[in-house]
């Protein structure tokens, strides 16, 4: 029978919320796993309670077995769920352990700023704003064609890259600054709370001032994906960027059967 092991330090240690997710995972998997520490005999990962009993702490190394057919997939991917490796993260708002949302509100609570797309039947729009509110990247509503999911999950992972910044930009309209360098927008000198989709969509309307911009136009540059006919997300995401500018909202017009623009000098 195979055997894989794998051997990290844990960063956030194998308790409560952690130890669930990995147990989660491990029966996902047909093989044998098993945790322990490198000098002392391992634990059930596949049992909550074996694992809570090993009481595996932040910052400990660890070691991963996993024995079977599935031995390599499974090591390999318990080692990089322990390890903080995910780049992303696709919650279903029905899950049968714990809902998509309060999923997304342990995993923001806990500082865990992995990106996250929602699933979800629920197209009403305070549904996603619920979701987009609670921390999420993206949200896609069932029915969904595997080509969509696809390109939302490269839109969000080409988000959340570093993207250099050749040399940091001021811009100010009356009581709205905002600066590209430090990714901070101040309204009336009090700080806005813009998610980084928000600050993207903001700094794409102020460069491109005046210019009526349409749904599918914002959607190809901000979210790097094709427009699908139905798709709120642009409208979800200026309603939230509006209600975070306060005094600022109406730089932000609507141009009735196109789109959107930036016009500072409308609301004056």
Known sequence: MQQKQATIINPTGLHARP??????????YKSRITVGRPDEPPVNAKSIIMLMSGAFTQGEQIVITATGEDEQQAAQALAELANGGIDLVILDIMMPFMDGMTCLREMRTRKIMTPVI?????????????????????????????????????????????????????????????????????VAGQEAPLTPKEFDLLVFLVNNKGIALSREKILQKVWNYDYYGEDRTVDTHVKMLRSHLGSCRGYIVTVWGVGYKFDPDTAQ
């Open 19 to 28: 130890a669930a997710d990995f147990v989660a995972m491990a029966k996902q």
């Open 118 to 186: 929602m699933l979800t039947a629920r197209s009403e729009e305070y549904d996603k704003l619920a979701g987009l509110e609670g921390g999420a990247d993206d949200y896609v509503v069932k029915p969904f064609s595997p080509r969509e999911l696809v390109a939302r999950v490269k839109a969000v992972l080409a988000r959340t890259m570093p993207a250099p910044v050749a040399e940091g930009n001021v811009y100010t309209f009356g009581n709205l600054v905002i600066d590209t360098a430090s990714h901070s927008v101040k």
